[in-house]
């Protein structure tokens, strides 16, 4: 796949392009079904897919009564993408001027004129433009007078459950971490670093990793069975998101726990897939009668874990 960063950078010339536009975060089942029918539509014009998204996501740049913690960074949206075996992406940067822009500005000049669109498929609530002015109906519009087709797609979902970006950030949050893996299509997860910790944890018998992360979205507060990925190697293993409150609350980190373990983590990347959430965060009244609760809360992880596939998707390339 290739990305380009700009609208300047869209090569001139592509072959009856057939595009998608939004935000995509997450790249849940729903997006990748849409990217499917870009590919299909591409391939009937003999053309190229291509995704239209942007960075940052807009609702960082236009004044919002709506805070938003992205699914998934920047990095592993666009590998996403890429295994979703699309050709191009165009990452718009999404700046205070281009947010002014009005749907017929961008379709006429984005769309037409740089990319040469010559299918557009979007989702049946797709609003884009100035104040979102832009909907469906104004789409198809455009579409007859500038000489484009659009193919509007009905909700995509499982039962009455509609695939949603907002639906997963609810769950995570909650902690119903199994609870995303049939929107998402994988089990949810955070990439990070390994860094130096107090070593109470060791101390206990029970060593942790603490991981640092560029991530804006975290499962509630709590205990968590794991698998973690560190290079080729899959672990299973126990996750504490909190305040560590038995220690009088630092501020809230991520630690983890990798069972059958033997090795020196720190300075390395690994990336924690969330299974389930075993239990909130308590506060205990000595570290002894915390030990015996991580010995519980170990002993839970393992059952679990030991029955549990993995659902990974992420930089793991998909056949088209």
Request: aromatic share 8%; proline share 5%.
């Amino acid at each position: 796949m290739q990305v380009i960063r700009s609208m300047e950078e869209i090569p001139a010339g592509l072959p009856c392009p057939v595009a998608t536009i939004g935000n995509f975060d997450g790249v849940h089942r729903g997006h990748r079904e849409i990217f499917k029918r870009v590919r299909s539509a591409a391939a009937e014009l003999h053309g190229v897919s291509v995704v239209i998204t942007f960075e940052p996501h807009p609702l960082t740049v236009v004044p919002s009564t709506k805070e938003i913690h992205l699914i998934t960074t920047a990095s592993e949206k666009e590998a996403l993408i890429g295994a979703a075996g699309i050709d191009y992406l165009v990452v718009i940067p999404f700046t205070r001027e281009f947010s002014r822009l009005s749907p017929h500005e961008f379709v006429a000049g984005v769309l037409v004129q740089r990319l040469g669109l010559r299918r557009l498929v979007i989702g049946y609530d797709y609003a884009f433009g100035r104040n979102r002015q832009g909907g469906v109906e104004l789409l198809a519009q455009l579409g007859s007078q500038l000489g484009y087709g659009v193919e509007v797609l009905p909700p995509i979902g499982q039962g009455e459950h509609i695939f949603s970006s907002s639906e997963i950030r609810r769950l995570v949050r909650e902690g119903a971490v199994n609870g995303v893996v049939p929107l998402l299509g994988r089990h949810f997860s955070l990439g990070g670093d390994v860094v130096r910790g107090h070593g109470r944890g060791k101390g206990m018998g029970f060593p942790t990793a603490n991981v640092v992360t560029d991530h804006e979205l975290f499962p509630a507060d709590g205990v968590y069975a794991v698998k973690v990925r560190i290079n080729a190697g899959l672990y299973d293993g126990a996750c504490n998101i909190g305040m560590k409150p038995t220690f009088g609350g630092e501020g809230r980190t991520i630690e983890v726990f990798l069972f059958d373990f033997d090795g020196d983590l720190y300075g390395q990347k690994l990336r924690i897939f969330f299974i389930q959430r075993l239990r909130g965060e308590e506060a205990y009244p000595d570290p002894a009668t915390l030990r015996s609760a991580i010995d519980r809360d170990v002993a839970h992880c393992r059952r679990i874990l030991g029955d549990t596939l993995l659902h990974e998707e992420l930089f793991e390339e998909e056949s088209p």
